[in-house]
């Protein structure tokens, strides 16, 4: 029996390990540090069991995604996984990732990123655990992951040479298989499974007018998208951009929203582009932009549930729909339409899994700019774009010359439209950030905000109801409280307050606007002026500024 330099490396603790909304993110920096990576990467094992496991490694390809990849292959050696999938040049978009954990049916993945996080060597890094599933890992497994980094004193390494990532094929390293596989081919085929492809080629081949515009943000969906839009949908080189990923992302912050993807936002302006679309630096989220209209995601997830007819993977029915619970109640509007049940989870993908694990979700979406299906356990931006283009389609052959605001113009009528928008406040002071949800926390326990007026440019709102978010999973009845604070008014309308639970530094604190109107005279109207009273509501009644010092948010979305 072949012998393999297999060490055990004595380690300290690190603290604050503790996983996040998407796993462990902090600042490459504090991953370089001594053990730091080793440490986290022994706790998943130690975890899982990992004895005869398949698993699949994959990045967004930012900074220090190759150095971790060869971290877990040694780990991951000396630990007895049986078999590591890995995407060339250890590079997986996480829906891709997603997809092939799923394929393969892999025991489960390790996923490094930090979504849309800028990268670089003083930005930041983030490793998650995914499940066999293909969905991120639930609080009970991320808890269990967190407990071992606070006992751990020892790694297993293996002592080797590293291995090669770009070449495709099978090879062993000491006493573990390695397969390093295509990144983008099997989700290419994936979305040519559910997607009417003929349909949205003939439309952009007898419509060369259309125009189409792709921002990979210089994240991981370049490829994907180059793909596609290009090989598979035939559309001209010039109809992405950005599409290089880089491992700093181009010193951009690779999130798609209006703050953060000028490139598209400008680019769509300039060149009156029909229909152009962003993905972030790790590929689930996306941006559905075009020339005078934006698609807010709690809209986006909405029309994509009304039109799932249009789609072939959707032919047999919907299961079911859902949101996360900031996300505006669009998609409830659509359920109860279509006769579907329709869920409210807390913020995070995780909380779909069980649900589409169960057959009873379908379609969901969360105001995150995170829109996605049951074809994965991951949301998924390119799935989201090319569901768009596949209405468009579709809608084009009953009313030609259909584009983005139609679709969204023709929804309102139908059901309502709610104004929905988001203020960040980032890298708040912790203490600052604690005291806004101390004062909130009062109102609500104390019962005193019940019943209050509060007067607004746009008239008062009389606040009727107000709590701390609490979810019970329908399926495995675990229990997830204070995942919001939420303020409903007497008109329909809520606030919610949440602090993020994806950030590297400091506090930040989000404010969710929500305004339902069925009058058609504002379907047509900026969100901002749809939601001014109730902002200015949201920050008398939080002292945000007074706790905070900010007059105004960092990011509006
Ligand atoms: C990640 C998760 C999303 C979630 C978002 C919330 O992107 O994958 O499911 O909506 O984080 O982030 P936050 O910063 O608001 O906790
Ligand atoms: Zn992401």
Request: aromatic share 10%.
């Amino acid at each position: 029996m072949t012998r393999y330099n297999i060490q055990t490396v004595a380690t300290k603790v690190h603290d604050g390990q503790k996983p996040g909304t998407s796993g462990l993110r902090k600042r490459v920096k504090v991953f370089q540090q001594e053990h730091y990576t080793e440490n986290f990467i022994q706790a998943i094992f130690d975890a899982i069991n990992p004895q005869g496991k398949t698993l699949v490694v994959g990045g967004d390809g930012r900074y220090f995604n190759d150095r971790t990849v060869q971290t877990i292959c040694k780990l991951g050696a000396a630990n007895g996984v049986a078999k590591l999938i890995i995407g060339k040049d250890g590079i997986l978009s996480t829906p891709a990732a997603s997809n092939v954990i799923r394929k393969y049916k892999a025991d489960g993945g390790i996923l490094l990123t930090a979504s849309h996080n800028p990268g670089g060597p003083d930005n930041d890094f983030g490793i998650k655990y995914n499940m066999s599933n293909g969905g991120p890992a639930p609080e009970s497994v991320t808890e269990a992951i967190y407990e071992k980094t606070k006992t751990l004193k020892e790694y297993k390494t293996l002592e080797a040479q590293e291995v090669d990532l770009s070449k495709i094929g099978e090879c062993t390293y000491g006493p573990l298989k390695v397969q390093i596989i295509d990144s983008v081919k099997d989700y290419v085929e994936l979305l040519k499974s559910i997607f009417d492809f003929d349909a949205i080629t003939d439309f952009l081949q007898s419509n060369k007018s259309f125009k189409v515009l792709f921002d990979g943000m210089h994240g991981v969906t370049g490829p994907y998208g180059r793909a596609i839009f290009v090989e598979t949908l035939g559309l001209p080189e010039s109809s992405i951009q950005n599409a290089t990923p880089l491992p700093d992302f181009g010193g951009g912050h690779p999130d798609p929203n209006l703050t953060y993807a000028h490139d598209l936002v400008k680019a769509v302006d300039d060149g009156k582009i029909d229909f152009g679309a962003a993905s972030d630096g790790d590929g689930d989220r996306n941006m559905i932009y075009g020339n005078n209209a934006f698609v807010t995601p709690s809209d986006s997830v909405a029309v994509i549930a009304d039109w799932a007819d249009a789609i072939p993977y959707f032919k047999n029915g919907v299961k079911g729909l859902a949101r996360s619970m900031p996300t505006s109640g669009a998609i409830d509007l659509v359920a109860k339409a279509k006769n579907l049940e329709v869920f409210e989870v807390p913020t995070g993908w995780k909380f779909f899994g069980n649900l589409m694990d169960a057959g009873r979700l379908s379609i969901c979406g969360e105001e995150s700019f995170g829109t996605g299906s049951d074809h994965i356990r991951e949301k998924d931006g390119v799935w989201a774009i090319v569901a768009w283009l596949n209405i468009i389609a579709v809608a084009n052959k009953e009313t030609p010359g259909t584009g983005i605001n139609d679709i969204l113009l023709k929804h309102y009528k139908k059901y309502g439209r709610s104004f929905f928008s988001r203020y960040d406040y980032e890298e708040v002071d912790s203490d600052a950030a604690k005291k806004v949800v101390t004062h909130l926390d009062e109102g609500i326990n104390s019962g005193s905000l019940i019943g209050k007026t509060f007067p607004s440019c746009t008239g008062d709102f009389t606040v009727s109801e107000a709590f701390n978010f609490c979810y019970t999973d329908p399926i495995d009845g675990s229990v997830s409280k204070n995942q919001g604070q939420v303020i409903r008014f007497s008109d329909g309308s809520r606030v919610v307050f949440r602090l993020s639970g994806t950030g590297s530094q400091g506090a930040t604190i989000r404010l969710y606007v929500e305004r339902y109107s069925k009058d058609e005279s504002q379907y047509s109207l900026e969100t901002a002026k749809g939601i001014a009273g109730l902002i200015e509501v949201a920050g008398v009644l939080s002292k945000l500024e007074e706790f905070t010092g900010r007059k105004k948010p960092t990011v509006i979305t």
